[in-house]
């Protein structure tokens, strides 16, 4: 076959499920241009940058074919075993494979730059360099100090010493400090000695690094029991190896407490791989990744598309967050997709957590998994007491009972810290009219049956939709009757934390949300700030995912109340991880924890459970429950959503994919809808679905890629905007 026959068939990142073929540039021979390479390629009046997929033969009757505009790539970005589980993925997903690759890449490549460089700039102190005449706490003798130490990375110190920079280009100026480009450390160095392992500790490392292969192992260990220290156990058998680890947690805000931690306890450059690093330092790790410089990343969900070409130990650190789950895009689980990898490359996959989410659980039970367990907190913390206070009939003052703030007094008092947990940002969930009952809904997200509330934020100033962002001023006097009797309903985390301002005006009060910590570093900033004095932290979920907060030792937990009656088949089994994660805060060190917790159900069966015989024994119920109403894990689900600016266009659609799965006629295939969403209305669009169920998973895929090439092809589905989510944690 002869070059002209043969054309590169790219992957592009457009919504549409083929490959697209052009001839080689002018020029280029296609045999010398690799799968898996970039290329830049004209589609219409625009150029896009997509993926070699395959090299092949020319259609017979093919149109006429364009030549690519230029080959990106000598070697290939994509190779080997991450083009291949990102193969799997798309097919997994039914979704595009041009889509899938973009979605792997880091932006400055999705968008055509080339590999970057990879080695670093490292600021280290002069020789013979006094720091005399620096002002003490000054930021350049803060700098000077961490350097005298040893030489730091500049993301390293971008990590530990926010704000750095200034202050280095004084001390570079003075003739102190100088930077120099260096090739990260393959080898790990001198890192500080962790605690010595319990037996349970110990037995679970061993656990891990006997794997020959690959292995799924679930560490499951109450809050407090020292999973870090199994994780740093086992990356540091994987260095000596020679292996690169990849490590993936939930936040951003966990990250610089991970990195500093991981750094000085494996004596080895940490990459941090985030949402919060700018293009140009995601695509440096990245590509020291691929060259297998850098040794142990960090990172949140997308850090899973990392290349490991020495691959040695996966962790993904509180397994069971949904935050692992893409909620728009191609819709994956890092988690899932961690294993997938894991199997691909022959290596064990740890997920750790307190709290395992039911499908892991059931996958250990099963067999499928390794499943240890740390039972007891790590030295000689003790778990928290907790304490159930019913505020029926009682008065409240800003969501506080008189008892804890009596409470609360105390424990700064004896120069403890306190955490109020509300899960509600903002100061208020609603704006009501006292006289005549309006309240403020959002007009895009709400329709005549299902008003939707906007929050009340800025004290009261401002109203804000937390779905769709759409802000507003509050109005001055009520839209419907003129009163001016409008009251904030309600508590949020803004007005907890004005009321514990003005109840304890000499202690720190610090509120962690998403709208106190949007800056980059703000929550490591807003923790620093407290440091181990007596203090107030008013905060939301944020504060329940893996922070170490020693002298922590009451949490007080607030208006939970809404979440006991949730229609979501999830809605229980999210909140017991909550519960337990948040308690899990209070006495990690060794001051004695307690956890007090208000509700109006003190007796609701879910809190009597988790009392009574802690998450497992909620866990075992729930499974029972779930087998029985025939949920996952055990039948599958893929959640089939239209938006469009009416109902009708859904309908039609909905119905038209319900036909084409029942005419595939597979076998324990159930589809339920099409019906309204349970938001029927967000950012202006209506919205309805159709869930379809199967006890096997096989069915459930073969179902799906019987149907989905007539949806693609139908009119109905060019005048809706509709996503397929296989495996979705979240109905709504």
């Not at 970005?77 to 973009?102: D, F, I, K, M, N």
């Not at 961690?338 to 996959?349: E, F, H, N, Q, S």
């Not at 507003?472 to 514990?500: F, H, I, K, N, S």
């Amino acid at each position: 076959m002869s070059s002209d026959d043969t054309v590169l068939r790219v992957a592009l990142p457009l919504p549409l499920a083929r490959l697209f073929d052009y001839r080689a540039p002018d020029g280029v021979q296609v045999d010398s241009v690799q799968v898996g390479a970039r290329v830049r390629v004209p589609f219409g009046p625009r150029e896009l940058i997509g993926v070699v997929a395959a090299v092949g033969p020319l259609d017979a009757g093919a149109r006429e074919t364009k030549s690519a505009v230029a080959i990106l790539d000598t070697e290939p970005l994509l190779h080997g075993e991450l083009l291949e589980s990102l193969r799997w993925l798309a097919r997994y997903a039914h979704a595009p494979l041009g889509e899938v690759l973009t979605t792997a890449l880091p932006a400055a490549l999705r968008q055509g730059g080339p590999l970057p460089e990879t080695d670093e700039v490292v600021w280290r102190l002069v020789e013979g360099a006094s720091l005399d005449k620096l002002k003490r706490d000054a930021m350049p003798h803060r700098l000077a100090t961490l350097l005298a130490q040893r030489a730091r990375s500049e993301d390293e110190l971008d990590d530990t010493l926010p704000g750095w920079r200034t202050a280095a280009r004084a001390l570079s100026t003075k003739g102190l400090a100088e930077s120099i480009r260096t090739t990260p450390a393959r080898v790990a160095g001198n890192g500080t000695p962790g605690p010595a392992l319990n037996d349970e500790q110990r037995a679970a490392v061993e656990a891990i690094v006997a794997h020959d292969g690959f292995g799924a192992v679930l560490l499951e260990g109450v809050t407090g029991s020292g999973k870090t220290e199994v994780y740093l156990q086992a990356i540091a058998d994987c260095l000596a190896r020679g292996k690169q680890a990849l490590v993936l947690v939930p936040e951003i805000g966990l990250t610089p407490q991970t990195l500093a931690r991981f750094r000085t306890r494996l004596g080895i450059e940490v990459h941090a791989l985030h949402s919060g690093l700018n293009d140009t330092a995601r695509a440096r790790v990245w590509a020291a990744a691929a060259r297998g410089e850098a040794r142990v990343i960090v990172g949140t969900r997308s850090a899973v598309f990392t290349p490991l070409p020495e691959a040695g130990l996966i962790v993904v650190d509180e397994e069971h967050d949904g935050s692992y789950k893409q909620q728009d895009g191609i819709r994956y689980h890092a988690r899932d997709f961690a294993l997938v990898r894991g199997k691909a490359l022959g290596i064990p996959v740890v997920l750790g957590s307190a709290t395992p989410s039911l499908e892991t659980l059931h996958n250990a039970q099963a067999g499928r998994f390794t499943h240890v367990r740390l039972s007891k907190r790590a030295g000689d913390a003790k778990p928290p007491s907790v304490r159930v206070l019913d505020i029926r009939k009682r008065a409240l003052d800003a969501g506080l009972s008189t008892e804890l703030i009596a409470k609360v007094r105390a424990t700064v008092e004896s120069g403890g810290q306190v955490l109020v947990f509300r899960n509600r940002r903002g100061y208020a969930p609603v704006l009501l009219c006292h006289d005549c009952g309006w309240s403020a809904a959002c007009k895009r997200c709400s329709t005549p049956d299902h008003p939707h509330p906007m929050t009340v934020h800025a004290g009261g100033r401002r109203l804000q939709c937390h779905h769709c962002g759409a802000r507003q001023a509050a109005p001055m006097a009520c839209p419907d009757c003129g009163g001016l009797a409008l009251q904030p309903q309600g508590v949020g985390t803004e007005r907890l934390e004005e009321r514990l301002i003005e109840l304890f005006p000499d202690v720190p009060v610090l509120r962690v949300d998403r709208g106190s910590t949007r800056r980059r570093d703000a929550l490591e900033s807003l923790l620093a700030e407290l440091g181990d004095r007596a203090g107030i932290l008013v905060g939301t979920q944020m504060l329940a995912k893996g922070h170490d907060l020693p002298n922590l030792t009451l949490v007080a937990v607030v208006g939970i109340d809404e979440g006991l009656f949730s229609a979501d088949f999830r809605a229980g089994e999210k909140l017991a991880q909550l519960l337990i994660q948040v308690a899990g805060r209070a006495g990690r060190a060794r001051r004695a924890g307690e956890v007090w917790l208000q509700t109006h159900h003190p007796t609701h069966p879910l809190l009597q459970t988790l009392i009574a015989g802690g998450y497992r024994a909620f866990a075992e119920q729930e499974l029972v429950e779930r087998e029985a109403a025939g949920f996952p894990p055990f039948a599958h689900l893929a959640l089939l959503r239209a938006e469009a600016k009416s109902a009708e266009p859904n309908t039609r659609f909905l119905a038209l994919a319900k036909a084409c799965i029942d005419d595939a006629r597979i076998a324990d295939v159930e589809v339920f809808g099409p019906l309204p969403a349970p938001m029927p209305r967000r950012a202006g669009f209506q919205r309805a679905q159709l869930l379809v169920s199967a006890p096997q998973r096989r069915a459930l895929h073969a179902a799906l890629e019987a149907a989905l090439p007539a949806l693609r092809d139908a009119p109905e589905g060019k005048r809706v905007r509709w996503s397929l989510d296989v495996d979705p944690v979240d109905l709504y």
